[in-house]
C-alpha cells in the first residue's frame, strides 16, 4: 500500500514536471531526461536536488540564463575522450549525453573521459556516475557550481560545492555510490537552520570576516546573488588546517580544474557572473563525465565478489560505543546530499 | 652557501641509500628509483615518507616480505589501460614502469590507467603523479596501505590512508599537486605527539572503544603491526557525520575499490596480512596511477594560462581575519603530508 501511494505520487510529479517543461518550451526527449534526474534525487532521499529545484529552472529559463532547447556540439573528440559545447542549454539533457557517450568509449576501449562546457546546473552528480553501472563499468562525474565555498584561510568563496561522484557494481549487494560535495555541507543546509531560527555548528560556514558563525541569515544575507560573496561555506575538514579543511579545499579546487579549466568553461569566482546592472549572465559551468569498464581490468564477476565481501567486512564492523547510524546511512555509502 | 650545502647533503644521502639498497641486493637501476622517489619526498617537506623509512624497506626486505627483485607481469592490457602484478617486489619501481606506461597511453590515446597489484609501499604518491607533468598530462595516483583508519561509526581500523594525488601543469605558477591522506593526519603524526609527550587535538583519532582520544601512546599501541589493531585515525572530516567524517570515509573506501578491488590486490583489514604465529606475510596492496592528456580537451597553452590565472584569483583572494599562513603551504596546494 505505501509503495502502491509512493509509485502514484511518482507518476503524479512526473507528469506536473513534463508539463512545466513544456510550457517553458523544452522538448519532450530532453523534458524527460531532466525529470528522470529530478526525481531520481528525491527517491534517493536528496531533496535539496529534486523537484523542489523547479522554481530554480524556471527561473532560469524564464531570463534566458538558460536555453530551452539546444543542439550541443562536440567540440573533439578521441576514441577514448570528448569535449561538448552545451551552449547555455540545460544541464540534464547534454549531461546525460555525455556519460553515455563516456560509457560508450569505455564499452568499446576500456576508458572513457568527456568534458562540458558552457552548461547549467545538472542535478545530482551520482545519477549520471551510476549510469555506468548496467554496463558493468565504474563511473565519475564532477561539476564545478555556483561559488558558496571558502578557501582554507581565505575570507570569501572563491569556488562552488563542487560535487564528487562515484559508482562502482557491486553483485548481492548494492553499489557503491560516492556523491558528496566538496564542502561539509550543501548551501540549503543553512537554508533549512535559518528556517527552523537554528544557530548552525561552528565550523559549517564564516562570515564576512572569515570566522566561523552560527548565525545563519547572515551566511544567507553574505552570499546573495549579483555580488560579490562573502564568507561562505568551510570545506571538508572545515576551517584551517587542523581537522584536514586543507584538504577538503585541494579537492574542490581539484573539481574547479577538471570541470572548469580542462574543457574551458569557466571557474572559480568567473562562474555564474552577472552584467554592470546585476543582470544574471549564463552560468558558464563545466562538467566532466568518466567510465572505467572493469573487465578491462578482472572479470567483472570477481570484481562484484570481491565488492560484496568489500561492503560485508564494513557492515559486519563492531561499531563505535555510542554510535547510532541514520537508518539511510546504514553500509558503505558516502554522503547521500551534495 | 645554503643551495650548495643542501645540493651536497643529497648527493650524500643519494649515495647512502644506493649502498644500502646494493647491501640488501636491489639491482641498481631499480635502487636508483627507490632513491629517487624517497629524497624527492625529503625535498618536498614530507620527511615521513623520505629517507626515514630506510629501516622500513630494510626490515620488509631482510624478513622477505618484500622482495629485493621481481619482474612485473603485465596481466592484461588495452590501448589505454593495463594491469601489472608486482609480484611482491619494492613498490618504487614498478609505479615507476606503471606511470611511464599510463603517461605514454595518454600521449598516443588521449587516456591511460594502469592498475598494480601484489605490490608494496611506493613512497609519496604525489612523485608518480608529477611524472605526467612534462608530458603535458594531467596526473593521478592513490594506493591502498596498512590500516589505520576507522570507517565512521565503526570502533575499529578497517582502511589505509589511502592517500590521493593528482597533478596538473600550469604556466608561470607551480604546477597543482594535491598528495593528501583521506584521513586526517598521517600515523607518524601521532607517534610526533607521543615523542613529544603532547595530547592529541580530539577528532584525530579514536581508542579501543572507538570515541576520540588524546593519549597518543594508547593509539599507537592499539595500532601494533601482528594483532587486529582496535580504534585507530579518523577520517578526513573527523569523527561522526557533523564536519563531514563520512565523505572522508567514502573517498578512503574509493581507494580501496580503485587500489584493492579493481586490480584484485587486497583491500580493507585484509592487507599487511600476518601467519598464525604473528610474522609478516608480503602486503598485497595495490595502486592506480592514470594520465588525461590535457591537448585531447584543449590546447595545452590555454590549459596552462588558465591555470595561472585560477592560481593568482586564488593567491590574491582576501585572507580570513586571524589567518596565518605557513610559509610553506602558501598558495593553493593541498597537503604536504600523506
Known amino acids: 500500500m505505501e509503495i502502491e501511494k509512493k509509485r502514484v505520487a511518482v507518476i503524479k510529479l512526473n507528469d506536473l514536471c513534463l508539463q512545466v517543461f513544456d510550457k517553458l518550451g523544452i522538448p519532450v526527449a530532453e523534458a524527460r531526461i531532466i525529470t528522470e534526474v529530478l526525481l531520481a534525487a528525491d527517491l534517493r532521499g536528496v531533496d535539496s536536488h529534486g523537484i523542489a529545484r523547479l522554481g530554480f529552472y524556471a527561473n532560469g529559463l524564464r531570463t534566458g540564463v538558460m536555453k530551452p532547447h539546444v543542439d550541443p556540439v562536440v567540440v573533439s573528440e578521441t576514441t577514448v575522450t570528448a569535449l561538448i559545447d552545451a551552449g547555455g542549454g540545460m544541464g540534464h539533457p547534454v549531461s ?190 563545466g562538467h566532466i563525465f568518466g567510465a572505467i569498464r572493469v573487465d578491462a581490468f578482472r572479470p567483472l564477476a570477481e570484481f562484484k565478489a570481491s565488492m560484496d565481501d568489500l561492503q560485508q567486512r564494513l557492515k559486519n564492523a563492531p561499531r563505535a560505543e555510542g554510535a547510532h547510524l541514520h537508518p539511510r546511512r546504514e553500509g558503505v555509502r558516502g554522503s547521500r546530499e551534495t
Chains 1, 2 share one sequence.
Request: with cysteine; glycine share 14%.
Open 96 to 285: 546525460y549525453r555525455a556519460m553515455q557517450m563516456a560509457i560508450a568509449k569505455a564499452v568499446q576501449h576500456g576508458l572513457g573521459l568527456v568534458t562540458v562546457r558552457n552548461s547549467n546546473h545538472f542535478g545530482i552528480a551520482g545519477y549520471y556516475a551510476m549510469m555506468a553501472l548496467e554496463s558493468g563499468c565504474i563511473g565519475m562525474t564532477m561539476t564545478n557550481s555556483a561559488i558558496f565555498v571558502v578557501p582554507t584561510f581565505a575570507r570569501n568563496a572563491m569556488l562552488g560545492t563542487n560535487p564528487i561522484a562515484v559508482a562502482a557494481p557491486a553483485g548481492k549487494e548494492r553499489p557503491y555510490v560516492l556523491d558528496m560535495a566538496t564542502s561539509i555541507i550543501p548551501f540549503g543546509k543553512v537554508e533549512t537552520y535559518d528556517r527552523l531560527g537554528k544557530p548552525l555548528p561552528l565550523g559549517w560556514a564564516t562570515d564576512e570576516t572569515g570566522r566561523s558563525t552560527q548565525d545563519a541569515a547572515r551566511v544567507i544575507k553574505n552570499a546573495e546573488r549579483g555580488k560579490k560573496p562573502e564568507g561562505g561555506l568551510l570545506p571538508v575538514g572545515g576551517e584551517g588546517e587542523l581537522m584536514g579543511g586543507h584538504k577538503g579545499y585541494g579537492l574542490g579546487l581539484l573539481v574547479d580544474v577538471l570541470c572548469g579549466v580542462l574543457p574551458g568553461a569557466l571557474y572559480s569566482d568567473q562562474v555564474y557572473p552577472h552584467d554592470e546592472a546585476g543582470h544574471a549572465l549564463p552560468s558558464g559551468i
